[in-house]
Structures are given as structure tokens and as C-alpha cells.
DNA sequence: GGGGGCCGGGG
DNA sequence: GTGTACGGCCCCC
């Protein structure tokens, strides 16, 4: 038995005999430090939890269905506690299956924490934190990364000819290349362990890639791909291309499957742990992807040798590189940055107060077949766009660090994550930690309910027209969230009568919330608060800068989840949505807005606007 | 005013 | 894959 010691960057679950087997993605730290792990834990299963109408009968109903384990648990269902049964499954493919079937039988009253994925599951369980070091004892043994993938595809029951999808190009005769990288294929005994650990140090890589149609956007079908850039945050730059040029940093390939191949080997070679591109799910990688299907070049990217793949999430696709984390810096940085477009060029003026080079879309086809200085132009353009996003991911990927290690979800996941989401997830890791059952997903006939309710806003003074002198401001610091634990607004404490001392009541709507006992949510942001205040502190204590530079990523990221905490109310899809909640919040903040410019009057201040939670005045004696 | 449809960005 | 999800703007009743 031994111990391996890793950051956690990624995690999926793989099929084998029939049998769920989660895997840890990892890199080693101290002995061994900056191989890669993948550690296996065989030992957890898939649950469920069922409300029964009838404890006895219920268990009775579900041992005729292909259950491995029932358990009676004790859970707060919004601070109430009741009886669920805990039922085990013998796959998480199994859940979606018999979910319904188990919704639909007499003595079940309700299924809860039906739809959490089993990876997710995994993390909040064990209380482990993705970004973060984690402690394994088990078995390790090396194999080569090409050795390891044997066409088994993640989350596909092994043995099942899968049909070969779109996904996966058949790959043909991979290059045995120099650049295969050793990796730890660890067998777990036991739990894993949390451990405390600092801030790592991620080595990035950038890339982009050119082609180039003279009618407008290039066509996979037909353009081929003419240059691949790469940009490292560790001094890699380089350019390969079809083309060559006098510049150092090109390097000329005899044709596009070459390319494609270097494009693979240099991934390997340079072995990061982060591949950011900029559209990079829907453009760069989507091409590549199907340029090399055309010409039968593997992707072997994985770690673990997989292909690259695809995943749907929502309206676009990811693109998956397992045991690496593949950042999309483009939709990032629309959820990042608040701006009115989002061109490469756009965010990097923005971000760094400086003009990139440019070339328009539908002059590259002309530098290209050209040449000479027009190339290199474009030679010159191309890796420019690559370092761009190396520098733009320097900039705000430590931010999505930091909330990947609050909210313990994986990286890729939270750099895609809307910030309802984060906090969705930050609040089902700490309902389970304090005992508490999630609540479902509203069913669409919910949502379409919820969302014909609105909910009134802040409180808005139109600006008094003019030029104003002896402009005094004021605002609440974070008001929203000092309004839910000021008032313990929360689903678990709203109640429907109660003694006028025993509880809060809400001007304007009437809501009610108990004093006591602290709910759910004002409780989640009442740590985040105060985990920001002690952040905080150390920041002002610190001496090192680079420590300050850290401490200062984070708690800007508490700031943003508490700050968007009071969304999770007034958000129709969101499990602990409640609009008597959303409305007694904006109420107060009306009411304390109003009251605070009525005392300023009372100074000699006239206010001559307001919003939500500041407003500005003139004195005037 | 609010529900439905389209688009962004990449070359 | 126990997830099928965006947000802003325009247009149209």
C-alpha cells in the first residue's frame, strides 16, 4: 500500500464489469511531483432518496425493483426533519430508469436528489475539492498514456458496442511519437483525503488555429486548416504551419495531417494541465476535429490517451480532453466582463489596456495565398491571437480557481458555470454537510408558474435634471445579503403566522421569517461573509505580495457568491427558489433606501437619485 | 409588457 | 449521462 498526494483537476466515472468506477485526474505533488494520476475508487454507488408515504410499504415496493441497498435516513427537508429511505443503485444509468418508476409507486410520495450527476455526487461525499490537494493510499502502478484508453468510452457500459459516433473518429495507426507521457494508473483503498493546500501552480496552454475560404468563414468540409498557434504561460510559443516563413518561431509541416499530428504531439510534449483556446468549444476544436476525421489523424489528447470529445451542455458543446481542463476563454469572458461585444480583440483592450494585432476575417485568405510579407503578417497575427489568450487567461482564470475550490465543483464545469449555478452547487455541497435534502428542480409546469410571478424591484429615483454641486453619496455595502441574514430570510424560516416578537415581517408584502433558528441560506452566506472578512484580514497582514495577489482573488470570488446568493430566490429554474422570499428582501431594501434619504432630509441633504442601494444628494442647508 | 426568435464568436 | 442549462436585443402582438 502506498500514499500519492495530487492536485485534483478533473474527475469522471468509467464502466467496468458493469460496475460505476469513479476517476480521480490528478497531478502529483512531492515525490514523483508533475506526473499524472489516475486514481480509481471502485467502492462508491449511486443513491438516491425517496420520501414514502408508508415507510413499510414503500421498502416493500422498492425491493421489487433492481435496488442493491435501502436505508432508513433522517433528513431536514427545509429545516424540517422527516424519514427518507436512502437507495442505493447498482449504476448511476439506472437512476434516470428507475426514477419514474419509483415517483409512480402508491406509498412514494416524492424522489429527492434524483438528477445530481455521479461524478458531482462523488465531490460533495467525500468532501473533496477539485484544484485542490487530495491524499489516496492504494496501488500504483505506470503505464504508458497511449497503453491505457482501451476503446472504452467514459460513461458507456463496458461491453456494449457502442456505435462509433461522431464524437470519436475511428483512429488510424497512431505515431508511436517520443512524447508519450508515464502516468500513475492508482487502484484506491479507501476514501480519499482532503488535504489543505495552497494555490497551485497551473502550466497553461494556448492555442488557434487558422483557415481560410475566400467567400467568408472557412468550411470544414473543404478549407483545410493552413497554421496551428501555441502560447504557454511558461515561455512555449510557437507556430506550425503548411507554409514556411523566415520567422524563428514557424515551423513548416509538409501537409495537413502533419499539422494535425504536431497539433497532437505538441499537446503531449508540452503536457499542460490547463488548454484554453478563445471559441475554441465551438470553432477551433469542432474543426480540428472534423479535419482530422477527414484525414484519419487520431486525437489521442487524454491523458489517459482518449479522444477528444464533445459534450452537450445547453445551447453549445464542450470539447473534452480528459485529465487535462479545456477552458473556453469566449464564453468566459461574457460571463466575466460586462461589454458590449466580445471579439478577441475587444476583451484583450479591455483586460490590458492595449491594442492587439489584427487582421479582418476575410483578408487571411488573401495573405495566404499571396505571401511574402502579407504571410508573415498573418504568421505574426496568428501567434499574437494564441498569446492573447494566455494573457487573458492569466488574468482571470485564478478567479474560476478560486471559485472551483469554494464551490467544489470541476474546473471545466465552473469556468462554464452561470453564477445562479455556482451558487446552486455551493449550496447542495452545503446542504449536505449540514444534513439538509436538496430540493428538486421545479417540473416545467412549476417553472412556467414561477415565471409569471414578478417580483418588484429596487427602489429607483429618477435623476433631477441639472448640473449639482456639494454631491454627497451613500450606499449599503452588500445589501442584498446583509438583508437575508439581518432578517433570516429563507425558504426553511418563512412561516405563515407567528407572534409578532418571534418573528420578522417584511414591510409592504407581509412576508414572515422566524428570528430562530438561523436558516439554511442566511446561514451559507453568513459564512461566506465572515470567511471574506477573515480572507480579508490576512490580505492586510500579508507581506508577501504574491500571497497578497491570492488572498485578494479570493475573496473577491466570496464577494461575488454572496453577492449573487440573493438571485437564487428570484430565479425561476433554481432548486431554492421563493418568491415571498425574493420580495420580502427587495421590500426591505426599499424600505431601508427610503428611510435613509428621509433622515438625510432631515439634515439639510436633497437626494437627486437613487438606486436599489445608494443614492447621491446636494446639501443645501 | 411579455413571450418567442435569433444571435454572439471563430476565419 | 443521476446535468439538455445563457442573456440581451429585436420584433411582434
Same mark, same amino acid.
Given at each position: 500500500?502506498?500514499?500519492?498526494?495530487?492536485?485534483?483537476?478533473?474527475?469522471?466515472?468509467?464502466?467496468e464489469?458493469?460496475?460505476?468506477?469513479?476517476?480521480?485526474?490528478?497531478?502529483?505533488t512531492?515525490?514523483?511531483?508533475?506526473?499524472h494520476?489516475?486514481?480509481?475508487?471502485?467502492?462508491?454507488?449511486?443513491?438516491?432518496?425517496?420520501?414514502?408515504?408508508?415507510?413499510?410499504?414503500c421498502? +416493500?415496493?422498492l425491493?421489487?425493483l433492481?435496488?442493491?441497498?435501502?436505508?432508513?435516513?433522517?433528513?431536514?427537508?427545509?429545516?424540517?426533519?422527516?424519514?427518507?429511505?436512502?437507495?442505493?443503485?447498482?449504476?448511476?444509468?439506472?437512476?434516470?430508469?428507475?426514477?419514474?418508476?419509483i415517483?409512480?409507486?402508491?406509498?412514494?410520495?416524492?424522489?429527492?436528489?434524483? +438528477?445530481i450527476?455521479?461524478?458531482?455526487?462523488?465531490?460533495?461525499?467525500?468532501?473533496?475539492?477539485?484544484m485542490?490537494?487530495?491524499?489516496?493510499?492504494?496501488?500504483?502502478?505506470?503505464?504508458?498514456?497511449?497503453?491505457?484508453?482501451?476503446?472504452?468510452?467514459?460513461?458507456?457500459?463496458?461491453?456494449?458496442?457502442?456505435s462509433p459516433?461522431?464524437?470519436?473518429?475511428?483512429?488510424?495507426?497512431t505515431?508511436?511519437?517520443?512524447?508519450?507521457?508515464?502516468?500513475?494508473?492508482?487502484?484506491?483503498e479507501?476514501p480519499?483525503?482532503?488535504?489543505?493546500?495552497?494555490?497551485?501552480?497551473?502550466k497553461?496552454?494556448?492555442?488557434?488555429?487558422?483557415?481560410?475560404?475566400?467567400?467568408?468563414?472557412?468550411?470544414?468540409?473543404?478549407?483545410?486548416?493552413?497554421?496551428?498557434?501555441?502560447?504557454?504561460?511558461?515561455?512555449?510559443?510557437?507556430?506550425?504551419?503548411?507554409?514556411?516563413?523566415?520567422?524563428?518561431?514557424?515551423?513548416?509541416?509538409?501537409?495537413?495531417?502533419?499539422?494535425?499530428?504536431?497539433?497532437?504531439?505538441?499537446?503531449?510534449s508540452?503536457?499542460?494541465?490547463?488548454?484554453?483556446?478563445?471559441?475554441s468549444?465551438?470553432?477551433?476544436?469542432?474543426?480540428?476535429?472534423?479535419?482530422?476525421?477527414?484525414?484519419?489523424?487520431?486525437?489521442?489528447?487524454?491523458?489517459?490517451?482518449?479522444?477528444?470529445?464533445?459534450?452537450?451542455?445547453?445551447?453549445?458543446?464542450?470539447?473534452?480532453i480528459?485529465?487535462?481542463?479545456?477552458?473556453?476563454?469566449?464564453?468566459?469572458?461574457?460571463?466575466?466582463?460586462?461589454?458590449?461585444?466580445?471579439?478577441?480583440?475587444?476583451v484583450?483592450?479591455?483586460?490590458?489596456?492595449?491594442?492587439?494585432?489584427?487582421?479582418?476575417?476575410?483578408?487571411?485568405?488573401?495573405?495566404?495565398?499571396?505571401g511574402?510579407?502579407?504571410?508573415?503578417?498573418l504568421?505574426e497575427?496568428?501567434?499574437d491571437?494564441?498569446?492573447?489568450v494566455?494573457?487573458i487567461?492569466?488574468k482571470?482564470?485564478?478567479?474560476t480557481?478560486e471559485?472551483?475550490?469554494?464551490?467544489g465543483?470541476?474546473?471545466?464545469?465552473?469556468?462554464?458555470?452561470?453564477?445562479g449555478?455556482?451558487?446552486?452547487?455551493?449550496?447542495?455541497?452545503?446542504?449536505?454537510?449540514?444534513?439538509?435534502?436538496?430540493p428538486?428542480?421545479?417540473?416545467?409546469?412549476?417553472?412556467?408558474?414561477?415565471?409569471?410571478?414578478?417580483?418588484?424591484?429596487?427602489?429607483v429615483?429618477?435623476?433631477?435634471?441639472?448640473?449639482?454641486?456639494?454631491i454627497?453619496?451613500?450606499?449599503?455595502?452588500?445589501l442584498?445579503?446583509?438583508?437575508?441574514?439581518?432578517?433570516?430570510?429563507?425558504?426553511?424560516?418563512?412561516?405563515?403566522?407567528?407572534?409578532?416578537?418571534?418573528?420578522?415581517?417584511?414591510?409592504?408584502?407581509?412576508?414572515?421569517?422566524?428570528?430562530?433558528?438561523?436558516?439554511f441560506?442566511?446561514?451559507v452566506i453568513?459564512?461566506?461573509?465572515?470567511?471574506?472578512?477573515?480572507?480579508?484580514?490576512?490580505?492586510?497582514?500579508s507581506?508577501?505580495?504574491?500571497?497578497?495577489?491570492?488572498?485578494?482573488?479570493?475573496?473577491?470570488?466570496?464577494?461575488?457568491?454572496?453577492?449573487?446568493?440573493?438571485?437564487v430566490?428570484?430565479?425561476?429554474?433554481?432548486?431554492?427558489y421563493?418568491?415571498?422570499?425574493?420580495?420580502?428582501?427587495?421590500?426591505?431594501?426599499?424600505?431601508f433606501?427610503?428611510?435613509?434619504?428621509?433622515?438625510?432630509?432631515?439634515?439639510?441633504?436633497?437626494?437627486?437619485?437613487?438606486?436599489?442601494?445608494?443614492?447621491?444628494?446636494?446639501?443645501?442647508?
Amino acid at each position: 500500500m502506498e500514499t500519492k498526494k495530487f492536485v485534483l483537476l478533473d474527475i469522471d466515472y468509467v464502466t467496468e464489469n458493469d460496475q460505476a468506477v469513479i476517476r480521480l485526474f490528478g497531478k502529483l505533488t512531492g515525490e514523483n511531483g508533475g506526473k499524472h494520476i489516475i486514481a480509481m475508487d471502485r467502492d462508491f454507488k449511486p443513491y438516491i432518496y425517496v420520501l414514502p408515504y408508508d415507510v413499510g410499504e414503500c421498502i +416493500d415496493d422498492l425491493n421489487q425493483l433492481e435496488v442493491r441497498k435501502i436505508e432508513k435516513v433522517q433528513k431536514k427537508d427545509l429545516g424540517q426533519m422527516k424519514e427518507f429511505l436512502k437507495v442505493t443503485l447498482k449504476h448511476p444509468q439506472n437512476v434516470p430508469k428507475l426514477r419514474e418508476k419509483i415517483w409512480d409507486l402508491e406509498s412514494v410520495e416524492e424522489v429527492r436528489e434524483h +438528477d445530481i450527476p455521479f461524478y458531482r455526487r462523488y465531490l460533495i461525499d467525500k468532501g473533496i475539492f477539485p484544484m485542490a490537494e487530495v491524499e489516496v493510499e492504494g496501488k500504483c502502478t505506470y503505464k504508458n498514456s497511449n497503453t491505457i484508453y482501451s476503446k472504452r468510452n467514459a460513461h458507456s457500459p463496458a461491453g456494449t458496442t457502442a456505435s462509433p459516433k461522431r464524437n470519436t473518429p475511428p483512429p488510424k495507426k497512431t505515431n508511436p511519437s517520443l512524447t508519450e507521457n508515464e502516468v500513475c494508473i492508482f487502484e484506491m483503498e479507501g476514501p480519499p483525503k482532503p488535504l489543505e493546500s495552497g494555490f497551485p501552480e497551473l502550466k497553461i496552454l494556448s492555442f488557434d488555429i487558422e483557415a481560410c475560404n475566400p467567400k467568408g468563414m472557412p468550411q470544414e468540409n473543404v478549407d483545410p486548416i493552413i497554421m496551428i498557434s501555441f502560447s504557454s504561460n511558461q515561455g512555449f510559443s510557437k507556430v506550425f504551419s503548411t507554409k514556411s516563413s523566415s520567422f524563428d518561431f514557424v515551423e513548416v509541416l509538409k501537409d495537413e495531417e502533419e499539422l494535425l499530428k504536431k497539433f497532437v504531439e505538441t499537446v503531449k510534449s508540452e503536457d499542460p494541465d490547463l488548454i484554453t483556446g478563445y471559441n475554441s468549444d465551438v470553432f477551433d476544436l469542432s474543426y480540428i476535429r472534423d479535419r482530422a476525421a477527414k484525414l484519419g489523424v487520431s486525437l489521442d489528447l487524454g491523458v489517459d490517451g482518449s479522444q477528444l470529445k464533445f459534450m452537450r451542455r445547453g445551447f453549445a458543446n464542450a470539447a473534452v480532453i480528459k485529465g487535462r481542463v479545456h477552458v473556453d476563454l469566449y464564453p468566459a469572458m461574457r460571463r466575466y466582463l460586462q461589454l458590449d461585444r466580445y471579439t478577441l480583440e475587444r476583451v484583450y483592450l479591455e483586460l490590458m489596456g492595449e491594442k492587439k494585432k489584427d487582421i479582418p476575417g476575410d483578408e487571411i485568405h488573401a495573405c495566404w495565398d499571396e505571401g511574402g510579407e502579407k504571410l508573415e503578417m498573418l504568421f505574426e497575427y496568428s501567434l499574437d491571437d494564441a498569446v492573447a489568450v494566455t494573457k487573458i487567461g492569466e488574468k482571470m482564470l485564478p478567479l474560476t480557481m478560486e471559485l472551483t475550490r469554494i464551490v467544489g465543483q470541476p474546473f471545466f464545469d465552473v469556468a462554464r458555470m452561470a453564477t445562479g449555478q455556482l451558487v446552486e452547487w455551493y449550496l447542495i455541497r452545503k446542504a449536505f454537510e449540514d444534513n439538509e435534502i436538496v430540493p428538486n428542480k421545479p417540473s416545467s409546469s412549476q417553472h412556467s408558474k414561477r415565471r409569471g410571478k414578478s417580483i418588484v424591484g429596487g427602489y429607483v429615483k429618477d435623476p433631477v435634471k441639472g448640473l449639482h454641486e456639494n454631491i454627497v453619496s451613500f450606499d449599503f455595502r452588500s445589501l442584498y445579503p446583509s438583508i437575508i441574514i439581518s432578517k433570516n430570510v429563507s425558504p426553511d424560516t418563512l412561516v405563515e403566522e407567528c407572534d409578532e416578537d418571534k418573528c420578522y415581517i417584511a414591510p409592504e408584502v407581509g412576508h414572515k421569517f422566524l428570528k430562530e433558528p438561523v436558516g439554511f441560506v442566511p446561514s451559507v452566506i453568513g459564512n461566506v461573509l465572515r470567511e471574506r472578512v477573515r480572507v480579508k484580514t490576512l490580505m492586510k497582514e500579508s507581506k508577501d505580495p504574491r500571497e497578497r495577489q491570492i488572498l485578494n482573488v479570493q475573496q473577491e470570488a466570496l464577494k461575488r457568491l454572496a453577492n449573487s446568493m440573493y438571485g437564487v430566490y428570484g430565479f425561476s429554474r433554481f432548486r431554492w427558489y421563493s418568491i415571498e422570499c425574493a420580495d420580502a428582501i427587495t421590500a426591505w431594501g426599499r424600505d431601508f433606501i427610503k428611510n435613509t434619504m428621509k433622515k438625510a432630509e432631515d439634515f439639510g441633504f436633497k437626494p437627486v437619485y437613487a438606486d436599489t442601494d445608494g443614492f447621491y444628494a446636494v446639501y443645501i442647508g
